[in-house]
Structures are given as C-alpha cells and as structure tokens.
Nanobody, 125 residues
Framework: VQLQASGGGLVQAGGSLRLSCVASVRPASRYYVTWFCQAPGKEREYVSS????????YYAEPVKGRFTISKDNAKNTVYLQMNSLRPEDTAVYYC???????????????????WGQGTQVTVSS
C-alpha cells in the first residue's frame, strides 16, 4: 500500500488549504487514516483521523472547529480541509494508515503501518 499526500502550499494567516491523501488500494473498512504534522525542530504531532467504515472523525484540540477530515471511498482518498490557518500550523503534514490501530491509540505514530511522503504547509503572518 502506498499513500500519496498533496495539497500543501504557502497561504496567509486566515486562509485555507485542502490536503489530499490518496491510497494505492481501497482501505478496508476497519482502517483508520490519520494526519500528523511536524514543525521544524518539533516532534511529529497528531492532527486528525477518520475511520473508513463509520466515518467517525477525531481531531486534536488545536484544530477543532478549523480543520475537517473527510473521505471519498470511490477515489481511495482522504481530505483534510484546513480553514482559519495560523502561523503555528506551519509544518510538514503526513498521512498515515493502519489496519490495527484502536481508538485509544490513534495518536501513536507506532500504530501506523503505512505513511505518505509529507506535504509542506506554510502559513505567513
């Protein structure tokens, strides 16, 4: 399975971007797809997850109300709509997928089998 992340770019504070994560095969219904981000000099952090069966979405506190995760099963694609962007959102965003992660472990990078290459998001003030 390969994941391809795209959609990053340079945007002013308050602007929006939509990231895409395309899987080379259709994820099984039990899979979770998650976005992480890593700012320069910082650890990789959890952003948001979606379950392919239930459509349930989960968000880190800093992005609640600003980011929306969604999926298009027909395109094997998960999106991260990022609104009201802030300079502190600047980071490389990675998508990851797992067949075995459980709800209590969504934020654990070690739980993910597959990773995309990352896409840079830069928010200017």
């Amino acid at each position: 399975v390969q994941l391809q992340a795209s959609g990053g770019g340079l945007v002013q504070a308050g602007g929006s971007l939509r990231l895409s994560c395309v899987a080379s095969v259709r994820p099984a219904s039990r899979y979770y797809v998650t976005w992480f981000c890593q700012a320069p000099g910082k650890e990789r952090e959890y952003v948001s997850s979606i379950n392919f069966r239930s459509d349930y979405a989960y968000y880190a506190e800093p992005v609640k109300g600003r980011f929306t995760i969604s999926k298009d099963n027909a395109k094997n694609t998960v999106y991260l709509q990022m609104n009201s962007l802030r300079p502190e959102d600047t980071a490389v965003y990675y998508c990851a997928m797992s067949s075995s992660v459980i709800l209590s472990n969504l934020a654990s990078q070690n739980a993910y089998n597959y990773w995309g290459q990352g896409t840079q998001v830069t928010v200017s003030s």
